[in-house]
């Protein structure tokens, strides 16, 4: 198994720094580089240059706007992308419910909500998770009861990742509540300015509002937003999981944090020397570093089996479980870098304009923040005590 770059992808690597070189906003990339706080609006710019390129649905069929791409194509753009600064795409919308439309949807539904979002006209939010389902998520309790040629939905949804930006969120339900979990439930398409709905903010552990709560009060939804048939959403809700935990390794975002973390520990001064020439922390460093190649060269062997016709399978929790104690690992470390100063943090650094006195480098306001958003990684895609299940399962037949 060849697990090198050919010819051809290496040329694909170098059209791909051009892009960014002459495409990527200088603005957005600092942001992105430093931690800052990004807006709606740099998200909306990002995915416009995007698609003008034709570039910001590689996974969609070419006739409906996507790329020729092959997943080592994406595997290299994702990684150039993280490098240069690119801000992550934001992915409800083109990356979930999109393929999910395109399999399951009929045609009215392709036709009315593809074009929109690739125009940015939807932002889309993801309601699954509950309070009380979140890993065993079949056991949810939201309600959908048909009334003529409208669902009436009721209930709660948490969790939801940028949703006070969202007009559209899609939703799993229960439309048969005798039935056994999976079987039950309905994959609802629902407009955010439905009467009923209502968001309120929940401020994590990094003072930052980034996820939310939904509640549904006897919101009306028309039947023509169900995709696919009555009661078989689940079929719908594995098939977006798929899609949902590809790339969760985040190896391109991986090699940029410790890119960044050397530069720093260059920077940051101990006993009269860089950091990095500390041999402990050196170590520490070198530790991350080996397990980032030894997981990179694994993802390779997985793409190029992907190339030739084979279908990830419990392999990619494997990626998924080291690959978030990787970005874990770096996040600690440039925390302990610039040690005492990565403790305070003030809101206004966080943004990109701010002018006034810094309480340690351009750099450090969003370690702490950071930290505390990284860990997530190990919970959200399917939490890493159950994908080590999965492993012990499927891999190690335990």
């Not at 416009?48 to 969609?60: D, S, T």
């Not at 305070?344 to 340690?360: S, W």
């Not at 351009?362 to 997530?376: Q, T, W």
Request: charged share 25%.
């Amino acid at each position: 198994m060849n697990v090198n770059y050919t010819a051809e992808e290496l040329a694909f690597r170098d059209e791909v720094r051009a892009f960014l070189t002459n495409e990527l906003p200088a603005d957005i990339a600092a942001k992105v580089k430093l931690g800052k706080h990004m807006s709606k609006q740099d998200h909306e710019r990002w995915q416009q240059i995007l698609v003008k390129r034709g570039w910001y649905a590689p996974g969609w069929p070419v006739e409906l706007g996507g790329t020729t791409w092959g997943p080592v194509e994406k595997h290299i753009f994702d990684e150039e992308c993280a490098q240069f600064g690119a801000p992550r795409t934001v992915p409800f919308g083109v990356n979930m419910v999109a393929p999910v439309i395109i399999k399951f949807g009929n045609q009215q539904q392709k036709d009315h909500y593809l074009p929109r979002i690739l125009s940015g006209e939807d932002w889309w939010c993801q309601g699954y998770s509950e309070p009380g389902a979140g890993s065993d998520l079949a056991s949810l309790k939201t309600r959908a009861v048909r009334d003529g040629d409208h669902y009436v939905v009721n209930g709660q949804k948490t969790w939801t990742t940028l949703g006070q930006h969202a007009n559209m969120i899609f939703c799993l339900v229960r439309t048969d509540p005798e039935a056994q979990q999976q079987r039950g439930i309905s994959f609802l398409l629902i407009d955010m300015k439905s009467p009923g709905i209502s968001v309120r903010p929940i401020i994590t552990l990094d003072g930052d509002h980034e996820v939310n709560e939904v509640f549904f009060d006897n919101v009306r939804v028309p039947v023509e937003n169900l995709v696919g048939e009555e009661n078989q959403g689940w079929t719908c809700a594995k098939y977006l999981l798929t899609h949902e935990r590809t790339g969760l390794a985040g190896i391109g975002a991986s090699k940029a944090a410790l890119t960044h973390l050397k530069r720093i520990a260059m920077k940051e001064v101990c006993d009269g020397k860089p950091m990095l020439e500390d041999p402990l922390f050196r170590a520490q460093v070198a530790e991350v570093e080996m397990q980032l190649m030894a997981i990179e060269m694994s993802t390779l062997r997985i793409l190029a089996a992907a190339k030739e016709g084979g279908v990830p399978g419990a392999e990619s929790s494997i990626l998924k479980v080291k690959g978030t104690e990787i970005r874990q690992a770096i996040t600690h470390l440039l925390r302990k870098v610039i040690g005492p100063y990565a403790l305070p943090f003030l809101e206004e650094e966080m943004q990109l304009d701010y002018e006034g006195d810094l309480l340690h480098a351009d750099y450090s306001a969003s370690l702490a923040g950071d930290y505390f958003n990284m860990r997530k990684l190990s919970i959200f895609g399917g939490s890493n005590e159950i994908q080590k299940n999965i492993v012990s399962k499927m891999i190690l037949e335990l």
